[in-house]
């Protein structure tokens, strides 16, 4: 137990010589090192390395692991944990159907007759052709959730289905929604 709420230990933190590895202070290990640190560092930002205390510099991406034995940040992240991390930013995004149709004005992606047909509920030509492998009964379950919403959501069917069908660059969209990728890791 941490006799000092909010810090570690009055003067002294005891960290391993193993580098990375840290121990609360009021712990006593055999063969530990002792090291003064000042009152305001960060306990959860120091390692030993060489046998020097060092602190980690600041990550420059949230997604970043420091490596304790080159003492850099690294992308350690596979392909699948990105893109079940993009899964989640878009599945989260959704925004009010004014912002949504005002947004398809100024990005002019749909003439003005198509956004009032869209305002007042309808779907028009441009958005049923991206549906046309849809069974009339998906149509209509469309068409009741966009007129009984009022909200979009970034991954909602309709909207995925009329981005790819006129070839919107997925980034465009999310731009739309409000929503900023980290990139992709390193291949």
Known sequence: M?????RWGPFWTPITPEAGSLFHAGQ????VDYWQVSDDADPERLYVHG?????????PAPYLTFNFGTEQWED????QEYDAYVLAVRGAAEVSKYAFLNALIQGAAFDYADILDLAVGYFPQSVLAAL??????????????????????RLDPLVVAVETHMGTDPA????????????????
């Open 172 to 187: 465009d969209t999310d731009q739309l929604f409000g929503v900023t990728l980290y990139p992709p890791p390193a291949e």
């Open 76 to 79: 350690q992240r596979t392909q």
């Open 132 to 153: 046309s492998g849809w069974s009339p009964a998906q149509v209509l379950d469309a068409q009741l959730v966009w007129i009984s919403s009022t909200t979009v959501r």
């Open 2 to 6: 941490d006799p000092t709420p909010g």
């Open 28 to 31: 006593h290990v055999e063969g």
């Open 51 to 59: 046998g020097q205390l060092k602190e980690m510099p600041p990550p």
